[in-house]
């Protein structure tokens, strides 16, 4: 028997999807379009939707990242990092319905799993300090202590 996925279990989904996919068109050299254009299987509603927001939004969401970013430069960070962190920012700054402690813990885990032995730590660093400027009346309370 096939148990209902949770809405937070899908977003998960979504999340780590668009992450894998803004991930490999970093890598291929692709835009958004071009990367969701060329998957044999349709992905997830959310999942286009963060993959698109983050192509349409990269420029601001890179300036977040530089500034916020201390003592690192956007091309030196590891490139999973740089996915992680640009899904995470645009949700913080256009998906009101995700909130903010959420946003983090999700991103944070997926750096965990994903990044460095340090990427947890400075996502949580860089998302923590941008979450204070996107959403002021939010504070980026965690679900979870961090590592």
Do not use: C
């Not at 071009?34 to 963060?50: K, S």
């Not at 999973?80 to 645009?90: E, G, P």
């Not at 947890?120 to 202590?145: C, H, I, M, Q, T």
Request: proline residues 7%; without cysteine.
């Amino acid at each position: 028997m096939t148990r209902p996925v949770s809405a937070e279990a899908g977003r998960h989904e979504a999340r780590e999807r668009a992450i894998q996919l803004i991930y490999e068109a970093e890598q291929r050299d692709l835009d958004s379009a071009g990367i969701l254009a060329d998957q044999v299987l349709d992905p997830d509603p959310y999942t286009v939707t963060l993959v698109t927001g983050v192509g349409e939004h990269r420029g601001h969401i890179d300036e977040l990242i530089e500034r916020f970013a201390r003592g690192w430069t956007i091309e030196r960070m590891p490139s999973m990092d740089r996915a992680v962190l640009r899904v995470a920012i645009y949700e913080l700054g256009h998906v009101d319905a995700v909130p903010t402690a959420v946003a983090l813990d999700e991103a944070v885990e997926l750096a965990k799993r994903y990044g460095t032995d340090d990427s947890g730590r400075f996502v949580n660093g860089v998302l923590s300090s941008v979450a204070k400027e996107l959403r002021p009346s939010s504070p980026p309370d965690r679900r979870r202590p961090p590592a």
